[in-house]
Nanobody, 124 residues
Framework: QVQVAESGGGLVQPGGSLTLSCVVS????????MGWYRQVPGELLELVAA????????VYADDVKGRFTISRDDAKNTVYLQMNMLKPEDTAVYSC?????????????????WGQGTQVTVSS
């Protein structure tokens, strides 16, 4: 069983900063990708940022480039999202997504896990 737990959400004024954390625990073989998504009620789930743990390649949504930074601590199985220059339109529930892979010489299986989400509200 794998658990994904986010923390760090809250209320912040426009222009402020927040750092979200996501800790992965339980039994898993290898994390292949970690990412953050967000969703506003009535709208689609949106990818905010993700990192490939093998290559270190990161991807960002266009509207967060230059403001948000995704990073990870492999020793702690933790991924972070540093959010700077926050805007009211960044208000959403932010969820952590983790992909893992288990493989032998004869098979390979991918798994996808989600956290419960943490609310980020940007308002004066």
């Amino acid at each position: 069983q794998v658990q994904v737990a986010e923390s760090g959400g809250g209320l912040v004024q426009p222009g402020g900063s927040l750092t979200l954390s996501c800790v992965v625990s339980g039994s898993f073989a290898r994390i292949t990708q970690m990412g953050w998504y967000r969703q506003v009620p009535g709208e689609l789930l949106e990818l905010v940022a993700a990192v490939n743990t093998s290559t270190g390649v990161t991807v960002y949504a266009d509207d967060v480039k230059g403001r948000f930074t995704i990073s990870r601590d492999d020793a702690k199985n933790t991924v972070y999202l540093q959010m700077n220059m926050l805007k009211p339109e960044d208000t959403a529930v932010y969820s952590c997504n983790v992909d893992t892979n288990e493989a032998t010489s004869s098979w390979s299986e991918n798994y996808d896990y989600w956290g419960q989400g943490t609310q980020v509200t940007v308002s004066s």
